[in-house]
Structure formats: C-alpha cells, structure tokens
C-alpha cells in the first residue's frame, strides 16, 4: 500500500506525464495495421441497411438506434469466427440492454442527478463485462452512448418497446454482417493470425513474437472446428518453425531457411486459401478454453473491478462539472471521462484523453459544417455511413483521426430524426474537455503502486512507444 507522501509524489509524476511533450507526440503518433478494408465495409454495410430501412419505414429516429445496435459487428474484428459469434452475441446482447435500460430510466425519472448517477453505474459495468470478456472493438463507450441516446428518447413504456425491438433489429443485422465471411473463408483469421506471428518474428523481438505465435496457435485451432483440418495443421507448422527460428537466433545461429519461412507472410495475408504451407506438424496441440468461461471468472478480478470503480467515479464526477458549468448534455462529459479511461495504466488512460480531446475538436468543425448544410435524411444517411467507414479504416492508425470521424457521426445520428443546431458540436468538444480532464485526473488520484508506466515515459532515456 501507499503511504500518503509516496501516493502524492506518484501523482505529481502521473499528472506531469499528462502535461509532457513526450505524452501528446505518443499520442498524435500513426499506428500499423491490416486486414482493415473488409471489415470497415462490412460495418457501414449494416449502418446503411439499417438507416435505409428506417427511411423507407418513415422511422428515422428508430433507425439511428437501429444503427447503435448495427455496431456491433464492428467488435471482435479478427476473431475466429466460432468464437466472433459468441463475442459479437454477447456485444449484440448488451447493446439492447443498456439502450433499454437507458430507455426506461427516461420513463422513470426526469431527474438529471439520477440519470447522472445510473448511466455513470453502468459505464463501469459496460467496462468491466467487455475487458472481463476480452472483446476488443470500440469499447463500452457504444454500450453508454446506446443508453444516453435512449435516456433521452423515451417518455412512455412504448417507447421502451420500440428501443427495444429496433436495437435488436439492428444488432442482428450487425452479427449476420460480421459473421458472413466465415461462410467464404472460415480460415481466414487463422491465416492473419500467422501472418502477424511471421512478422513479429522477422522483426526478432523475441517477446511480441513469442506471445504472438502463442496467440495464433489458439486462433489457429479454433478455426480447425470449421475450417480444413489439413490447412490448420499447415498453420500450425508454420508456428513451430517460427518458433524454433527464434530459438535458433537466440543461440546466435542464421538458419539458412528463415527467409523463405518469413515470405510465407505475404501470401496469408492475401486473404484466400494458401495451399504452398508445410505439413510437418502431427497435431494442432492448442485447446483453447470456452472465452465465456474464462470471462465469467475475470468478472471478479480485482484489477478490473478497481477500474470499473474508477470509471463510475470519474463518470460521476465529469457529468456533474459539465452541470455545474451549464453545459446541456452533461451525459457526453460522462462518455468523455469513461472512453478516456478505458485502458487500465495511466499512460493509456493519458493518451486516449488527449486523442479524444483533440479529435473531437476536428470532428466539432466536420460535424458544423455538416449540420449548418440542413441535410436531409437521405443525405444525412450517407454521411453517416461514410464516416463510419472512414473512422474503421483509421481505428487502427490512431485514435485521434477515428475521433475526427466518430464526432460528426454520432451526432449525425443524434438528430437523424430533426435539426441540430452547429452550437451542439461545441458543445459536444466543451463537454468531452470536461470528461477527459476529470478522467485524467481520477486515475492520477487512484494510480496503483504497480502502474509504473506513467513514471517511465516522463524519464529522459525513454522514447515514445509506437
């Protein structure tokens, strides 16, 4: 445990690396990424049938919750898909549950201090059930967004019923979207995955490799139930000679067959059955166990529980600041606070914050520009769906740049059913401002003894981690 001098001198280190220029270049810094282009159409394809099936229906406000429920296949990206079903069911799942008890809670109460507090409860919980869960994707900001879209929508218990069935609606769309591939090529993620170990490997950092490979051989089997038996073994072989390349420079020795091992990573990554692998290998020895299984029992893991407290507690915090300056949707200064505390050490918590702050301010003057154009709803749609696609393609180069397109989009989807106001952007980077600063500043409060990353990137011989 901390004493109180040791606490306080842990904080004054956390909140100068918040300040540093080393803290804002990480954060303004491009990320690698791949297998993007499939996955971000696939997204706005369940976007766009969603919203044109709201215009035709003459719904347009069921159609923007249609469209939360939609997003849903943009999480578990590259799962394999026996365990993507399960996640995106689970994703799908929650999404309906948090905008129905959104809805309801807008039935129950007209008080902003309960709002307040229940939508900041649930935030916590949305971040502990998805990092209990590991699923990656957009986070629980979706889940929160889903209910304070709802808070605010329904005043009758029919209005519960149509947020409810609309969602729904939507989610499954969302699933059949991101699970269709696994009807054209079920190894596919099997085959990215090895492809990821390959290059981890050829960039010889032993460690990132290790942990890669050990991942793509659980991807690897569970694609095996659905997928040629005979390809996954080819797969695996692929593993063990990269594992074995590493050992053997390890000892110091250049094996002669290392690059023609590594140029196997090309080939998977074109995304079609590879038939030139090897097939060395006797079994596929991984048995993953059951992700909800294991999610079940993370549920109670300290170091998530903590996190989902702090969440609550900056939650709490930020929509009560935005109140108290006046602002009028303090639930957005909630969303702000959480999305920059989704990850558990405080230099991500840091690096999100100023990511978020910066990317809502770009995506303020998209989205008043877009909204002083009075678009109707056609066109409303299209943009939507556009920077949709947009912020997927970027989510893995950097999280600032998908803020630059998610800003517009979420309040495009906002007032899908009637005219905003280009006053609402700022709003929107005045309440996100509050949220982050109050999220930066609670996890500085409550930074463990073990997050000692904070500490080490203020020090002089660190460089940025890219």
Known sequence: MFDSATRLAHTRTALAHATSRRAWHQAMTLGQADATIAPALRVGAAVAIVL?????LGRPELAGFAALGALCSAFARHEPYPRRAGKLALVG???????????????????????IVAISVTAGVAALVLSAFSVTGPGPVILVFASTAAVGFASTAGDVVEVFVSVSVGA?????????????????????????ALAATDARQDGMA??????????????????SRKHSLGLTTLLDDAEHLLDAWARGEDPSHAAELLAHERALRKMRR????????????????NFFAVGVRSLTSRSLVVNAARIVLASLLAAWCATAFGFEHPLWATMGAMAAMQGITFHTTVERGIQRLLGNVGGAVIAAVLIAGALGYWQTTVAIIVLQIVAELL??????????????????????????SPTVALSRVGDTLVGVLIGIVVAALTIGSGDKSARKLTGPERRPIR
């Not at 999404?95 to 902003?112: F, K, Q």
């Not at 290790?210 to 997928?227: C, F, K, M, P, T």
């Not at 590879?274 to 166990?289: K, N, Y």
């Open 274 to 289: 590879h038939d030139a692998l090897p097939m060395r290998a006797a079994e596929l020895t991984a048995t993953p166990e």
């Open 210 to 227: 290790r942990a890669s490979i050990e991942r793509a051989r659980v991807i690897v089997a569970l694609n095996a139930r659905q997928g």
């Open 395 to 420: 989510v893995m180069k950097n999280y600032a740049l998908t803020t630059i397109a998610v800003t517009p989009m979420a309040l495009l989807l906002t007032g899908i059913a009637g005219q905003l």
């Open 172 to 196: 499954a769309i969302g699933w059949v979207a991101a699970m269709l591939p696994a009807l054209l090529h079920p190894v596919g993620p099997g085959q990215l995955a090895v492809a990821r």
């Open 52 to 56: 044109v099936g709201g215009g035709i």
């Open 93 to 115: 799942g929650s999404i309906v549950l948090w905008a129905t008890l959104g809805a309801a809670l807008g039935t129950m109460t007209d008080s902003s201090a309960l709002r």
